[in-house]
């Protein structure tokens, strides 16, 4: 940051002596140059400090040390909101109404007192305005271990641009109330039989049946540990399915699994969780930071004691009073088109930082967290919405397994003679992956997974290079019993000679008298006529019903429909 001197450098003659007169200083020089050094000089001194930081009005005093808590600057829209703006006055307004004697804010005391000043910093995210205290006397305030707050060492500080999270400070929020949390909903891995879900349908071509968690939300996950390469419009669950990371993320353990997904999210950029809010729609070509954004959340989660049930609504609240801006790289709430989702109206101010920031940190807590088995959650037995969650493990503990995974992969599935498979959560996923790329698909229910081996199924697993040898080789492995041996004839028999037969509900024209055929095959309707089943009825082919209800009536004859 600029020291005093270049912070003050472009102020006239009269600015500096306001300085030096709120300090008790009389400036001797009339010459700018020669004033600005004499003033710095008499700023710098210790002692004269500490007398000025004695007179500072207490808001003042509260705005300073904010200031040094936070390492010596803050982006100027948090902080402006936090302790006021500073009024744009030149020379003859400030002279003639002697604004800094009647200061509005107190931003504005600690600015005609040299202790606050105003530039642009560079920031990954682009150049920002911040409000700074000038380097030299933030070292001289460090030192000297103010009464107003004392100075720590860098070390003490986990730092997330734009903010500072003391290793030491208090959690926010409090202990969720009996009430808030009555009704537990406990971590679970259910995240990776969606994605197992997800894999198979992609593999196949076929749209993906809908999952407890989006889908959308599933592929995010999936990209983010590179198991799915980006689909080109980056919209929805597609993508490219990478088969070695596939098989890869299926083969090892469920534990071992969702900790790939954990690690891989915790340090995505590309895992936008503001983008997946269902409530909100973001427009135009603005970004955000979504890494920085969640390292900043889970630092101030991790600060939650363990194992402690905690108020999800008074966790927020308190996000919003001492860290709103949390997201926002430089306080603006006005630069990001977002709307509620079904309004045309766009939420702009911090009058919405509820429906945009605080909707955001109630996501990452009941959606991504829950779904990687991190937290679990509670509500009032009355009501569904969430209120309390307790963390399940230290979040920033990088690691290399997750303990949430109590599932094992030791289940076994059903066959019926028919041909239907039934596959329970706890089969292996590599196996249910495999088998589901043979058949169609039917609804699942909560803990079982329902497929339908057809010819259609197997003659399009075919084209894939799959053989019913595999299928037959999957069953066997992980079936309750024996496979029904009338089923496995006839794979058997439809891999020598396909589809043997053929089930049908054609409709059928039936006439009183074989005259009656005899004309209509020779009329304009003929061609709307299949396969003769005898000297009075007739298939009629597909979808040409009507016409040949027509052609009867031109022959003046009216036709009767039977359902």
Not at 115 to 132: I, K
Not at 263 to 287: D, I, T, V, Y
Not at 292 to 302: C, F, G, P, S, Y
Not at 317 to 331: L, W
């Amino acid at each position: 940051m600029p020291d005093l001197i270049h912070s003050l450098q472009s102020r006239d003659l009269g600015h500096l002596r306001i300085v030096a007169g709120l300090w008790g200083v009389e400036l001797v020089s009339t010459e700018v140059e020669d004033a600005l050094g004499e003033l710095c000089a008499a700023l710098l001194a210790p002692d004269r400090l500490r007398e000025t930081l004695d007179l500072l009005p207490v808001e003042a005093a509260s705005a300073l040390a904010a200031l040094i808590e936070a390492g010596g600057r803050i982006p100027w829209a948090a902080f402006a909101r936090q302790y006021g703006e500073i009024r744009d006055a030149g020379p003859g307004r400030r002279d003639r109404e002697q604004v800094h004697l009647h200061p509005i804010s107190a931003g504005e005391a600690l600015f005609y007192r040299a202790l606050l000043a105003r530039a642009f910093f560079d920031t990954p995210s682009g150049a920002q305005e911040f409000a700074y205290i000038p380097d030299d006397l933030v070292k001289i305030l460090h030192h000297e271990g103010h009464a107003i707050h004392k100075g720590e060492e860098k070390e003490n500080f986990v730092t997330f641009v734009p903010f500072v999270v003391k290793k030491d400070d208090e959690p926010l929020g409090r202990a969720a109330t009996p009430k808030e949390r009555a009704r537990p909903l406990p971590a679970d891995d259910r995240l990776l039989d969606d994605a197992t879900t997800l894999l198979a349908a992609l593999r196949m071509g076929i749209a993906p049946p809908e999952t407890p968690i989006p889908l959308k939300v599933v592929g995010e996950f999936l990209r983010a540990a590179g198991i799915l390469l980006p689909s080109p419009e980056r919209r929805g669950a597609g993508g490219e399915v990478q088969a070695e990371k596939v098989k890869s993320f299926l083969e090892v353990t469920r534990g071992a699994a969702l900790s790939m997904l954990v690690n891989a999210w915790r340090e995505s950029e590309s895992f936008n969780e503001l983008r997946q809010l269902p409530s909100l729609m973001c427009e135009g070509e603005w970004s955000n930071s979504p890494l920085v954004t969640r390292h900043m959340l889970l630092a101030l989660i991790n600060a939650i004691p363990q194992d402690q049930w905690w108020s999800l609504p008074a966790f927020i609240r308190d996000i919003k009073e001492k860290h709103p801006d949390f997201q926002r790289p430089a306080g603006d709430y006005d630069s990001w088109f977002i709307r509620r989702a079904g309004s045309e109206t766009y939420l702009r101010g911090f009058e919405h930082w509820d429906d945009v920031d605080g909707a955001l940190v109630h996501y990452l807590i009941t959606g991504p967290l829950f779904w990687l088995g991190m937290v679990e959650l509670a509500m009032p037995e009355e009501s569904e919405s969430i209120t309390a969650f307790r963390m399940a493990s230290n979040v920033q503990r990088r690691t290399s397994d997750v303990q949430h995974s109590t599932l094992d992969e030791t289940g076994t599935l059903h066959v019926s003679s028919q041909g239907k498979i039934t596959i329970p959560r706890s089969t292996p996923r590599a196996a249910r992956y495999q088998i589901a790329r043979f058949c169609e698909w039917e609804d699942a229910k909560p803990d079982k997974y329902r497929y339908r081996v057809t010819t259609a199924s197997l003659t399009k697993a075919k084209a894939q290079g799959l053989k019913v040898s595999q299928l037959l080789s999957l069953l066997a492995k992980n079936a309750a019993s024996e496979i029904p041996p009338a089923f496995v004839k006839a794979l058997k028999r439809w891999e020598l000679h396909g589809t043997e037969a053929r089930v049908e509900n054609p409709v059928i024209l039936s006439v009183s008298r074989p005259e009656v055929l005899e004309v209509l095959r020779k009329s304009k309707a003929g061609r709307f006529l299949g396969e003769i089943l005898g000297p009075t009825t007739v298939i009629v082919k597909k979808g040409a019903q009507p016409k040949v209800l027509a052609a009867l009536a031109e022959l003046g004859m009216l036709a009767e429909e039977v359902n």
